[in-house]
């Protein structure tokens, strides 16, 4: 299966990621980026209910630790659904996702680059009303290595306007607790390929809904692709819905495998991809 992939760059197929990450060499992988199903979320793809969530979830970090390269990183896009309780006990807040982040380090030994937050722009109404509008989800970001490095020119953002005007208008001065901002006093220039990326990502929920329940926009993975692989590394999705990932990771010319237990995904994935690969031939052709 892996033999052909450098020159194919994906492989896609129906079945459970778990099983499907199994058939892969050891210390293969890069980066693991996905979307499983969120906890108590009722989607056409089924329910992965919060208190089975560890049992369901745990077989796919076993696993990516063992086919994660020693620098490789697993990144899990989620976000647990509110519990409902009987009688007069109001919904609460589930926190199996926290759960699952400090097993992650404490049963599987992951180091914890950091659970960044995706914050949309265009949240989708739940129709709940005794809390606040659920408007983000969380990015468990974990490496196999403790001693793990990451690009993060890859992932400057531009400078505000505003800061641009302090860092011209201003000196820098060392603060006078002790805690120092800057050792000596000095003007800050800005970085030539912009400014240092936040540990928050924002933007909109993405618009084509209408092909897979909770298809992701494509600038969420993009970011992680970008700041923990190279050209012709390997990335692979375990819950590769509709193929966002694999569609990232090949226009960043990137490896992908991707799997998923619908055909109807598997198929759409595959068409996604194809049709980067389609468009990269016709612009060689046109040069
Ligand atoms: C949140 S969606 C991922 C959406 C995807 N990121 C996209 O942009 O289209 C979760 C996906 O996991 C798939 N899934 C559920 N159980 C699975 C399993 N055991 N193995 C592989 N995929 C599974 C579902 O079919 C669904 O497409």
Redesign the pocket.
Known sequence: MFGTLLQDRFIVKS??????MMTLPDNSIKLVY?????PN?E?N??I?KSKEYIK?ISP?IDVAKIKLREDGFIVV??KANREKHKGNKNTTRSLVIERLAIMMEEKWGLSCIDIEIWVKDNPVSTGLRVACQDAYEQNLWFSKSPSWKINLDAIRRPYSKATLKIYENNEFKPRTNGLMYVRKQKKITAHPLGALAQNVVKGHV?SRQE???????GYL?QKYIKAVTNENDLIV?????????GVEAIKLGRCFVG????KD?VE??KLAMMKVLEGEKNDKKRK
């Open positions: 079945m459970d990621g778990a099983a499907g996905g979307s499983p199903p969120y979320a989607r793809y089924g992965w369901i796919f896009n989620v993405s092909q897979h329940q909770a298809m992701q926009p993975a999705d375990p819950w590769m819905g509709t193929g966002t990932t799997f998923d237990i619908y995904y759409k994935a």
